[in-house]
């Protein structure tokens, strides 16, 4: 939800109610996640160890660095719950809104016209079109079933250290058992979770079989699309969630050509 306030009316509010916001006309929250990352540090200066910095490249080459601290740091992501709360309170004399954020102290204008729109909107306007929640580094391997055949395309992760402590990652790509060209299956996976509906709408319906499935292993668990035709146009599809969603026919036969210039077939 993205708005724009037509102004500030005060700053530090102590009476809610002269604006209709001790109790709002309307409220409206905002339920989402935010990815953040969280940064585990263990203190090594007892032991005079230095800690390991790593590099990682998906672009055919290696890369490292190094640094010392007495301190070694992990990166860890972690998906955040929040919520966001508008409350709406009387009209002034010019017809704007007086809103405030819940909690805040702050009060605010919004106009009729942005308010109308955030209340009288479908919820599905503020979906996420995205058909996958996950990114390329989440994902160990892929499973894709086309035309009848699954084939499993691998991401391997090697990382070595040198005797300096520097620690290179490097990423390459197997089909069985062997390693293949490391662009071509990379955009592979980047077609797989790069995916984006064009629309989606509870009201959807599945017309045809299942033209490919790809199935996205992580260590969370793992995630499966199926796309099928719908029109002359685009895709049907559900997002992790089960919303029916429509792709973009384009979108998807890139993925297909994608996954068939890895395997040798085009």
Not at 168 to 177: D, F, H, K, V
Request: overall charge negative; glycine content about 6%.
């Amino acid at each position: 939800m993205n708005t724009v306030y037509g102004g500030m009316e005060e700053y530090n509010c102590s009476d809610m109610s002269q604006y209709g916001l001790a109790e709002p006309a309307a409220t409206v929250r905002v339920h989402y996640t935010e990815e953040q990352t969280v940064e585990d540090s263990e203190d090594t200066s007892d032991s005079g160890e230095s800690s390991d910095s790593s590099a990682s490249s998906d672009s055919g080459d290696t890369s490292s660095s190094s640094s010392s601290s007495s301190e070694s740091e992990e990166e860890t992501t972690v998906t955040v719950e929040k919520d966001l709360v508008l409350l709406v309170g009387n009209q002034n004399e010019e017809g704007n809104y007086y809103v405030t954020m819940e909690g805040s102290k702050e009060v605010h204008t919004l106009s009729e016209d942005t308010v109308d729109s955030i209340l009288n909107t479908e919820i599905s306007s503020y979906w996420d079109l995205a058909v996958s929640p996950v990114t390329v580094s989440d994902i160990t391997s892929l499973d894709v079933t086309y035309q009848g055949q699954t084939n499993t395309i691998v991401r391997n992760t090697e990382e070595t250290t040198d005797e300096d402590g520097n620690t290179t990652q490097t990423i390459t790509y197997t089909w069985n058992g062997e390693e293949v060209d490391k662009t071509e299956a990379s955009t592979l996976y980047s077609a797989a979770t790069s995916m984006s509906a064009q629309s989606k709408d509870r009201s959807l319906e599945k017309t045809g079989e299942d033209e490919i499935v790809v199935v996205m292993h992580t260590a969370d668990g793992d995630y499966t699309v199926s796309y099928s035709p719908y029109d002359s146009s685009f895709y049907y599809a559900e997002d992790l969630q089960g919303v029916p969603s429509l792709i973009n026919k384009n979108n998807v036969n890139n993925l297909i050509d994608a996954y068939l210039t890895v395997i040798g077939e085009k």
